[in-house]
C-alpha cells in the first residue's frame, strides 16, 4: 500500500480571482511560501521570501 501523505497545515495569505499567495507548514518543522501563477507555483523557503519579497517592494516602489 501507498503510504499516507501526512497533513500539512496551510493559510492563504493573499488571493485574487487568478492567483494565490500561501503557507505551508512543512513535516520538518520549515515554513515554505508559495506564488500561485496559474499553471506556476513558486516555493520559497523563508530567507528566499525575505529576498523575493524586498525585490517586489523595490520594484513597485519605483526606486531601481
Known amino acids: ?3 499516507t501523505q ?3 497545515p496551510t493559510n492563504i ?3 485574487t ?3 494565490i499567495v500561501w503557507t505551508a507548514d512543512e513535516p520538518d518543522g520549515e515554513t515554505t ?3 500561485e501563477l496559474g499553471n506556476v507555483t513558486l516555493h ?3 530567507e528566499e521570501w525575505d529576498e523575493f519579497l524586498k ?3 523595490s ?3 519605483g526606486s531601481r
Do not use: G
Open 55 to 57: 525585490l517586489m517592494k
Open 1 to 3: 500500500p501507498m503510504p
Open 59 to 61: 520594484f513597485t516602489s
Open 6 to 8: 501526512p497533513d500539512i
Open 17 to 19: 480571482q487568478n492567483y
Open 33 to 35: 511560501y508559495n506564488v
Open 13 to 15: 495569505l493573499a488571493e
Open 44 to 46: 520559497f523557503f523563508k
